[in-house]
């Protein structure tokens, strides 16, 4: 008796799990900092199935190769890291060798939750903080002369905002980064639109440049209306400037 397609694709939908379970149960110890059961993480996991698709029928094993030289480069220099990206090679491997040639866009996914953006975040953030405290606080000048700063506090006379780390944070630049390639993502698979590596590349960048004015815009906000943390007027401002100059944006 033959086997019908459908029969064909669950098992291969079982190897693919059982090939994906066995690779991290194995490298889980090496991998602990990585699993961060965090809003990105969560974020990640609901994204995946919408961004990731075949692009191609053609069986590929470029992740295959690429995940060797890192497990070499990984047995020299032991940065994790480098473990990291072999795993997530491995994964693409596995779903190529069995599918076909999967889209750009994982490549963008694996550098978004690395370590590079995590450190990167955190370096550059600190200094854009600092950065973005002063230019809101001499707009806000502009308006009442009350306003000053210090390092990364607005002062209005005695009282104290402090901008904290949440304003150019992980938490934002990786859900900006996610938001971009849902849209690209969408505008390819329904619009039919094309876009190149570079193109993504672009996208990227421009919403950075969009969070950066989102959290300017935030902290003016915040700070005019003196709205403080852990408040809902102060988590809705968040979502209003999130939406209205990152989101709609980069949509149109």
Known sequence: MG??????M???WVLTLFLIG???LLSFSKLTFYFRFDLNFILLVIILPFVIYKESPQKSYRYGIGAIGLLVLYNFFSFSTLFFFAYICTLFFIFESIYGKLNSIP???MVIV???IIFLTEVVG??????LTKVAAQLLHLVDSQYSYSGNIILMGTKEFHVDP???GLKMVILSFFTALLFVTYFHRIKKISYSFFAILIILGITYVLDILSNLFRIILIT???????TFSHNMIGILCFVVYVALPLWF
């Open 224 to 230: 005019f209306l003196q709205s403080p943390p852990e």
């Open 126 to 131: 600190f200094e854009l903080r600092l950065t």
């Open 107 to 109: 490549l963008f996914l």
């Open 22 to 24: 066995v690779l991290t």
């Open 10 to 12: 669950k098992k291969k």
């Open 3 to 8: 086997v019908s397609v459908p029969q064909i």
């Open 166 to 168: 949440e304003c150019m």
């Open 114 to 116: 690395s370590p590079i």
